[in-house]
């Protein structure tokens, strides 16, 4: 039997029950933090950073002070108009105590994979009877490796289904010890253009394409496609991408995401701009001529998660 070390701690930022869309049957979604990208329409930009991050409401602030003398990091100054350095910020917790509004939240906590199971216990049940697991998400959960693999043990130990949604982006060292405890795989390929793909998410996709295929090798796999208009919506870039997911091993459906702006608030709470400015929604017709192509180059088609 494996070796599963429960004491392995990693930074959570969400647990998030009864998801239907994100593997087969009823599922407990896993947030971890950190990301290797940048992607300018995420929506879960409190997550890039791999340590717990101080949301701060201006809204809720009554502009008590109580935060700024608590701070011994020197992050805290009302002369910022977003209240937190984050360059500064060592996420030690003591503003968000000290604060008396809740205008200031801590996102992200470490756990260790022994209390998250105990947590995710409580969800058996669910899982046995929907035919559902454990999606494990992020941010990018490759960027907390050890965590992410003893938690992925410690599912398979339970006799959970495993999913987990990714980037691909990480070493082939850490890809080849991962991916043979994951069930499914939701890998999101963002672009294949290497222009575009660093342009629109701070990194090269060399890596990530060399490793979608690698991963198809280990482990079933889906394509996600997040389609953002102006950036990858094009039929030359789609075409691109159903050319390699050719090239991958078994892989017969590709999920088209459609562009939202759900995230788009989160980015005030991180003193951030959100990067996408007058980005319309893809309309019907260009949904369904971007269906109609994925399906033409003979894979299956899903809209959405
Ligand atoms: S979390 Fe700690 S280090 Fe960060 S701003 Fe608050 S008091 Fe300062
Ligand atoms: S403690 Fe909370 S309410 Fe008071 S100034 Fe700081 S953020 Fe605003």
């Known amino acids: 039997m494996e ?25 407990t979604i896993v947030f971890q ?17 791999v340590r717990p991050t101080v949301l701060f409401n201006a809204d809720s602030c009554v502009h008590c002070g109580k935060c700024l003398g608590v701070c011994k990091f020197g992050a805290l100054s ?5 209240l937190v350095d984050r360059g500064a910020c060592r996420s030690c917790g003591e503003c968000v105590n000290a604060c008396p509004t809740g205008a200031l939240v801590m996102k992200g906590k470490a756990i260790a994979v022994g ?7 409580k969800d058996a049940i669910t899982f046995r009877r929907s035919g559902g697991g454990v999606t494990i998400s992020g941010g990018e959960p490759l960027v907390q490796a050890e965590f992410l693999l003893e938690l992925l043990k410690a599912c398979k130990e339970q006799g959970w289904h495993t999913a987990m949604e990714t980037t691909g982006l990480a070493r082939e060292s850490v890809i080849e010890r991962v991916f043979p405890w994951v069930d499914l795989v939701l890998l999101d390929i963002k672009a294949i253009a290497p222009d575009i793909h660093k342009a629109n ?14 991963i198809s090798n280990i482990a079933p796999t889906v394509v996600r496609v997040p389609t953002i208009p ?3 919506s094009t039929i030359s870039e789609y075409r ?8 991958m091993n078994g892989v017969d459906t590709i999920h088209i995401l459609p562009y939202h702006t759900y995230g788009v608030n989160k980015y005030g709470l991180i003193g951030k701009e959100y990067p996408l400015t007058e980005v319309p929604p893809l ?9 109609k192509l994925v399906e033409d180059e003979g894979f299956k088609c899903v809209i959405g998660g």
Request: hydrophobic share 30%.
């Open 240 to 247: 691109a991408i159903c050319s390699h997911v050719k090239s």
């Open 33 to 49: 933090k950190g990301c290797p990208l940048l992607c300018k329409w995420c929506c879960n930009p409190e997550s890039q950073d």
């Open 3 to 27: 070796y599963i070390d429960y004491r392995t701690e990693g930074i959570v930022f969400d647990i998030q029950r009864f998801s239907i869309h994100d593997g087969p049957g009823i599922r």
């Open 201 to 214: 998410t701070g990194v090269s996709n060399e890596i990530i394409l060399e490793n979608s295929i690698a």
């Open 230 to 232: 102006g950036v990858n």
């Open 283 to 291: 309309t019907k017709d260009e949904i369904a001529n971007l269906k």
């Open 78 to 82: 009302t002369g910022n108009t977003a």
């Open 115 to 121: 209390e998250l199971v105990r947590e995710l216990k």
